[in-house]
Structure formats: C-alpha cells, structure tokens
C-alpha cells in the first residue's frame, strides 16, 4: 500500500520495518475518538474559511459513514493502515475523492493523536470511576450489614484490638474514595485539547483552537503548541492513578484470601467468585482475588513502561511515544476487569460473625483497654501499661484470658481493680467505647457509612 507520506523519499519501506512501525492494531481501537476529532476539525475549517461549507460538510458525511460501518461492522480495519489516522483518512479519500484530502489541513498526526488519546481516556476514565463507585456502594452495604461484627484489628498480622467488620471494611471505602478523586483530578487536568498544535510549531492557517476544544467539551486549550504534542504526563498522572487503585484492590484480595482459609473462617467467597482444585476435592480457592493482586503488577509495569519511554525524549513528538498506547490500554483493560469481578465478589461474600467474634476473645486484645482502666483511675499510663503487660505474661503462663483472672488476682496486682473491671474489659465494651472521631465505636462507624452514601448520591463529583 502506498504510504500516505510517500513523497520525500523513493524506496518502499520494508515489510519487518512496516509491521514493526505500523500502530494499527492497537490504535484502531480510537476510531470514534479520532473521527470525532476530525469532524470538528472539518467544521472548524469551514467556520474559519479554509475550506468550503459545502466541503467540510461532505468530508463530515463522509466520516459518518465511515464511523457508521464501522460500529456495525460492515467496514473492517485494514491491518495493513498504519495507524487509526491514516486509515480513517483513507477510507476517506475512497468514499468521498480528493475533498478528503483536505481533511488534514493545518493539522498533523501529532496533535492528532495526542487529541484521540486525550478524548479516549476521558471516557475510559468516567467508565473506570463508575466502576470504582460501584465498588464502594458494595463494601459500603457489606458494611452496613456488619457494624455489630466484632473481630479481631491486626497490627503486624497479631492480634491488636477489637473492631468491627464494618471499621475494616471502610477503610477500603475511604481508601476507593481518594482513587475516584485522583481519577477526577487526572480527568480534569487532561481535558485541554491539543488539536491545533499540528506538527509541532502550530499553524499559518487562522484556525480557531478554541471552538474545536469547546465542541469536544475539552476546558480549554493547551497552551504551548510542542508541549501539546509531547506532553504524556495525563496517561502517566492516569497510571499512577490506577496503580495506586491496583494497590488497594491487591492489598483488599490479600486480606479476602486470609479471611477465607481454613485458619481464619470469617469469609466465605459465592460460588460464583471461587474455583475449585482439579485434584483435591475439598479446595475453594479464591481465584479471583489471586488474579487481582497478580495483576497489580501488570499495572505497575505498564507504569514504569511509559514514564521510562518518556524520560530521554527531546521536544517535541518522537515515535517512541507511540508506546503510550499500549500501556494506557493495557492498564484501564486491566483495572476494568479487576473491578468487574472485584464488586460483585465483595457483594455476595458471606461474613461468619462466630468465627470472627470467637477469633477476637482470644489475643489479649482486650489488654490496652485494662491499662486505659487502670489510668482513668488514676495511675500513669506508662505504669498500667507494664502492670497488665505482667497481667498478660502470667496469663499466658496459666493459659488463660483477662476474662478468667479473679478479683482477688487483680486486686493482688492493684488496689484500683474493682468489679466493674469485667465490664469494662468485655469486647462489646472496647468496641461500643470507642468514642473518637474515626474509631470503631458505632457513632463513628455510622457517621463513616453517612459519609460515604452521600459521597455516592453526589453526582457534582461525578464530572
Ligand atoms: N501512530 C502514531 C502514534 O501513535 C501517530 C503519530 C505519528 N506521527 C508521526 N510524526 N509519525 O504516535
């Protein structure tokens, strides 16, 4: 096929150095972005006077066509196009002549396609938010469901002090609610339009960058035309942003996959969300969860992948920024497909309280509250905190808990231990007690849930 570009020089490109150029078979997936971009270009051109009305009107048609056959398919992409702007440019010239060839007036494939990367992630990533926010909703209803689940808090992965499933579970919620806002962020900064930049000096024509940027619902223009056609920071801002979503989503299937063996019990993954072992008959293995930490990794890399592609770069477009497709396609098809599995696991996930409950009277976790005990009656922290810990050691020794020590043992140990010790050593109690903002006392928790319902209810934030 006769390149577009065929002029400057006579020899054909090779077929290795021709596939190994060609972006058609990742790009192509932008042919909506793309034509979108260039029926505001053709429009543009024609308010502007470069070009007839009746032309950009007939290059407009003919781009419908082509988005038409392609959504229905009656067009395929041709492997051999170079890339999704030079076939849709084309297939232009095919169906409508020579008019199509003044498509590309004042324009490059530079700011071109930094424009489609742009307009294709700013959906991508109002997609991925509803997807996170779906997310939410669901540890947000797991939540509501088990504010009186007490188990065990950890600290080092031992035992700490009593919370409930719902505390536990928010931290999620709060820590999906920051990704949503830096995917906002991202989203917003991102949404300048490039297109008008052209090569990389902008253009002698009297474009109107503006009215371009205003049809597309872009915020305004970039402002310096070669750091609008090499300027990548949006999809490595939009990568860390999802790495960091990864984090969380890896950090959360690591706790579902303790939770949900034999040795902790306190979670029971649907059928629908497990697999089983092709030889041991007793296995439920949380598959899902293990794919979404792996994958976490694939994230991190197609991170590390750009911003290593960027850092030589001299101004202004260089080929090797072609390669920020692949990995800001990979990461959103990734992290789309964690959350699609990762929202309705957490939703149909059954919670064994018993077990979690049981689980919490054992580990001393309990053992922070005596000391605050002891202190609210007037001894200094630090001394209570050494008194329980000997507390602590001679119940180990004994094989027994805080519960099980008498009045008469605690009195030995301190005149300040009354009766009301029990109570106040009762899980309930270290639970219900907690009475700081942000704790897992039950004002707290149901404050947290508020909180985030109406973070959900408010579609302001959902740009
Ligand atoms: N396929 C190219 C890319 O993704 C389009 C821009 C090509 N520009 C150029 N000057 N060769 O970056």
């Not at 196009?81 to 324009?107: C, N, Q, Y």
């Not at 489609?116 to 997609?127: K, N």
């Not at 960058?209 to 597309?216: D, I």
């Not at 899980?427 to 959900?456: D, H, Y």
Request: hydrophobic share 40%; charged share 25%.
């Amino acid at each position: 096929m006769e390149k577009m570009w065929a002029g400057r020089t006579e020899g054909a490109l090779s077929r290795e150095a021709d596939d190994f150029n060609s972006s058609i078979h990742f790009d192509s997936r932008m042919y909506r972005q793309d034509i979108a971009g260039s029926m505001e270009h053709a429009t543009m051109l024609a308010v502007c006077g470069i070009i007839e009305e009746q032309e950009s009107e007939q290059i407009i048609d003919g781009l419908q066509g082509i988005l038409d056959d392609l959504d229905s398919g009656a067009l395929a992409i041709d492997p051999d196009a170079e890339d999704i702007h030079m076939f849709v440019e084309a297939e232009l010239t095919k169906r409508i002549g020579d008019v199509g060839k003044k498509l590309h007036t004042s324009r490059s494939r530079n700011d071109q396609v930094a424009l489609d990367i742009r307009l294709y992630l700013r959906d991508e990533i109002r997609e991925i938010r509803a997807l996170i926010r779906d997310l939410i909703a669901a540890v947000c209803e797991q939540a509501e469901k088990n504010q009186d689940a007490i188990m065990p808090g950890y600290t080092h992965l031992q035992r700490a002090q009593p919370i409930t499933f719902a505390q536990h579970l928010l931290a999620y919620a709060m820590m999906l609610r920051r990704d949503d806002g830096r995917l906002s962020d991202a989203a917003a900064r991102m949404n300048y339009s490039p297109l008008g930049s052209c090569a990389l000096a902008g253009t002698t024509y009297p474009i109107d960058r503006m009215f371009v940027a205003r049809q597309l619902g872009f915020s305004g223009i970039t402002e310096n035309s070669l750091d609008g056609v090499s300027d990548r920071d949006f999809c490595v801002e939009l990568l860390s942003a999802l790495s960091l979503t990864m984090t969380h989503l890896s950090r959360f299937s690591e706790e579902i996959i303790l939770w949900s063996s034999w040795e902790f019990k306190f979670v029971e993954l649907d059928d629908a969300y497990t697999t089983g072992s092709s030889i041991m008959p007793q296995k439920k293995n949380s598959d899902m969860a293990e794919l979404v930490r792996g994958k976490t990794g694939r994230v991190y890399g197609d991170l590390i992948a750009l911003l290593t592609v960027l850092k030589g770069l001299p101004l202004a477009y260089n080929k090797d920024m072609q390669e920020d497709k692949e990995s800001v396609f990979d990461a959103v098809d990734t992290v789309k497909m964690c959350l699609r599995v990762f929202a309705p696991m957490i939703r149909t996930m059954r919670v064994n309280k018993p077990n979690m409950y049981a689980a919490a009277q054992k580990g001393f976790l309990n053992a922070t509250d005596l000391a605050d005990y002891l202190t609210k009656k007037g001894m200094p922290f630090r001394t209570a905190y050494k008194l329980v810990g000997g507390l602590v050691a001679d119940c180990i020794a004994k094989g027994k808990t805080l519960e099980d020590v008498s009045l008469a043992e605690y009195r030995a140990a301190s005149e300040l231990f009354d009766e009301d010790v029990y109570a106040e050593i009762s899980l309930e109690t270290c639970v219900g007690k907690r009475v700081s903002a942000g704790s897992t006392g039950p004002e707290s928790v149901k404050a947290q849930i508020r909180s985030v319902q109406e973070f959900l209810q408010n579609e302001k934030d959902f740009y």
